[in-house]
């Protein structure tokens, strides 16, 4: 063990303190084991008073270098040594930012080296019951998640239901070895390649053995023990079990559902069998989920789940999952507790339908309530929101980066209340889904705004963030200014920054937090677009974007936003003499809170007439 006791000691002191009345063979028992219950706290009254900051704990502060083994900072791919008590170290450094909810990296323990590259994002899990050594012990995330409760920022952990990681082959040939081979001759059969890891979908079922005499039924799966790269038979032990994994083979085509749903996620990842239960199916899959996951929220008192792959695994998992750790973390003390979801995709349908109380056929919500012992029955509830994906593609990349018609964005957020959900699950966070998307320019699995994108422009998606109706969340580094393209150049360390306030996008970001902190409009607010064009040339308003943030839970606060997206030309919203009429009071005088100097008077009939605006450039105009 590389932890001093004093640490514990002090941890254990805070943890009895913040408890207030703990026995004290609670605390003793926790002493002893670090395995104890500690009392959980509900930190949050409305998510959307938060800003959400994305970690990749690997790469942003190295704050324990006992726990740096296998590090190597020459390759992107592999660890670099960042932890959960570096985390901790700078959580002073994110309070200037402005950021009040971390979001950090799965934690649980993974594979740790599978061809070449490393675990160190902490989507390859091996063993949901168990911490990642390279990012610290139990006491180290404990420690984070009471500093940063100290200091009014809640944490959200990464959870991955879908897959396991690279943990059995399949013995097609029967031979007890992993191999990868040629099979066919080209002439009387085709050629195929075969690799045990990761074969290719098999749309008629499991994948087959295949010996010289043909087929030969379901492949054996083979859990490999190789310590070294902690290839180890997974954990819970029900992950053991081949049932408990679909066992098609490598996804091929995304688009057939039934490899979305079934199939081994590339690389190998081992896709679950999501829908068993032990009632109903005799392997209880859901249960040890939910079971694994909500152990951590009572192991270390975390605020939320951001959940990985939503789209691969099926609704009737969510309807249970969700319901379930929502019931026992309430129970304990829980409450609003936030679990929002990664759909990969530009479809705004496949991306609210997650959020949607969404109740299946009255058998199929028999057949899921044969799952239920609790006595507390499925209904249709799912996630309390979904990363605005379909946003990130048609207003962060289109329109921001690319400077396409704005009428873009008014299009899609016009299609929200349809396609997300607009009524809050039951014990959720409390708000409707279509008025809580997570709003994020970029994150780990895409390119950095700023490859491709410009300054100017990452200024305008990050103001747009900020004031959207929303939560805003943003991906580590943005406020260095990093650049990085696709995975892995966009997980850059942070250290190397030494951790400096002083870029412009750090203080834009600071500013803006401020900006949201000070309005109920702009976090509370409901949405109406008071300016959208399909022109992006050379019109007078080509690039114009504008929407006022009032009423909702916003009492008598008032916010405009507005935009000019366009990439060479100054722009104003007006268009042939119309100009854009907003729903503040005639005669209100609305400023800049970004610090332009604008100031601007509502005219007589609701006009609000500006000057261009630079390109690539906005106003947050409120009294
Ligand atoms: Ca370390
Ligand atoms: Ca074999
Ligand atoms: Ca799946």
């Given at each position: 063990m590389h932890h001093l006791n004093s640490i514990r000691t002090a941890l254990l002191a805070l943890v009895c303190s913040v408890a207030g009345g703990y026995q004290a063979s609670g605390c003793m028992s926790y002493e002893e084991g670090l395995e104890g219950e500690i009392e959980l706290t509900t930190q949050v009254s409305d998510w959307r008073d938060e800003v959400i900051y994305q970690v990749l704990v690997d790469r942003?502060?190295?704050?324990?270098?006992?726990?740096?083994?296998?590090?190597?900072?020459?390759?992107?791919?592999?660890?670099?040594?960042?932890d959960w008590r570096g985390l901790e170290q700078n959580l002073d450094y994110l309070s200037e930012l402005g950021v009040t909810t971390l979001w950090i990296s799965p934690i649980i323990k993974n594979v740790d080296t599978d061809a070449g590259f490393d675990g160190y994002h902490g989507y390859w899990a091996q063993d949901l019951t168990a911490l990642n050594p390279h990012y610290g012990d139990l006491a180290d995330l404990r420690s984070l998640v009471f500093s940063a409760h100290e200091k009014k920022m809640k944490v959200i952990v990464d959870i991955v239901t879908n897959h396991m990681g690279q943990l059995f082959y399949y013995d097609i040939n029967m031979n007890g070895e992993p191999d990868d081979r040629v099979q066919g001759d080209g002439i009387t059969s085709d050629v195929v390649h075969i690799n045990e890891y990761d074969p290719d979908f098999n749309p008629f079922g499991p994948v087959i053995a295949r010996t010289s005499l043909g087929e030969a039924g379901p492949a054996p799966v083979i859990f490999v023990r190789d310590p070294a790269t902690n290839h180890m038979p997974p954990l819970?032990?029900?992950?053991?079990?081949?049932?408990?994994?679909?066992?098609?083979?490598?996804?091929?085509?995304?688009?057939i559902e039934d490899q979305l749903l079934h199939g081994d996620f590339p690389g190998g990842l081992k896709d679950i069998n999501t829908t068993l239960c032990g009632p109903r199916d005799g392997l209880p899959v859901k249960e040890a989920m939910v079971e694994s996951y909500a152990r951590w929220v009572e192991l270390t008192d975390i605020d939320g789940f951001r959940i990985d792959t939503v789209k691969h695994v099926e609704r009737e998992f969510w309807r249970y999952f969700t319901q379930k750790v929502r019931q026992r973390l309430a129970a304990s003390g829980k409450k609003r507790f936030l679990m929002f979801g990664e759909?990969?995709?530009?479809n705004d349908q496949l991306n609210g339908v997650f959020t949607k109380n969404d109740l299946p056929t009255e058998e199929e919500l028999a057949s899921e309530n044969?799952?239920?012992?609790?006595?507390?029955q499925i209904t249709g509830d799912q996630l309390d929101s979904v990363f605005y994906f379909p946003q990130h593609f048609q207003?962060?990349?289109?329109?921001?980066?690319?400077?396409?018609?704005?009428k873009r964005i008014q299009d899609l957020w016009d299609l929200r209340t349809t396609n997300w959900g607009t009524v809050p699950a039951e014990l959720g966070i409390g708000i409707p889904p279509s008025d809580v998307p997570i709003n994020f320019i970029d994150n780990h699995d895409v390119p950095r705004f700023l490859y491709q994108g410009t300054k100017p422009g990452l200024h305008n998606a990050l103001t747009f963030i900020f004031t959207a109706q929303g939560i805003p969340c943003i991906y580590y580094g943005t406020e260095q200014e990093f650049k990085g393209g696709n995975d892995p150049s966009n997980r850059e360390d942070l250290w190397p920054t030494e951790f400096s306030t002083d870029n412009s996008t750090f203080q834009l970001i600071k500013k803006l937090a401020k900006i949201r902190r000070d309005s109920a409009a702009i976090r509370k607010g409901a949405v109406t677009v008071t300016w959208a064009s399909e022109r992006a040339a050379d019109e007078e308003d080509a690039g114009i974007f504008a929407y006022e943030r009032s009423g909702g839970d916003a009492g008598d606060d008032y916010a405009l936003v507005v935009f000019n997206a366009h990439l060479e030309k100054a722009s104003a919203p007006g268009f042939m003499g119309s100009p854009m009429v907003v729903g503040a009071p005639p005669g209100t005088t609305l400023t800049d809170k970004l610090g332009s100097g604008v100031s601007v008077t509502v005219g007589g009939d609701g006009s609000v007439v500006l000057d261009p605006l630079e390109p690539q450039s906005a106003l947050v105009l409120a009294p």
């Open positions: 942003f502060a190295d704050g324990d270098e006992g726990n740096n083994y296998g590090v190597d900072r020459t390759a992107m791919g592999k660890y670099h040594g960042g819970p032990e029900v992950f053991q079990d081949p049932r408990a994994y679909n066992r098609r083979g490598r996804t091929v085509n995304f688009d759909v990969f995709d530009g044969a799952c239920v012992t609790d006595g507390k207003a962060i990349r289109d329109v921001f980066q690319q400077g396409q018609s704005t």
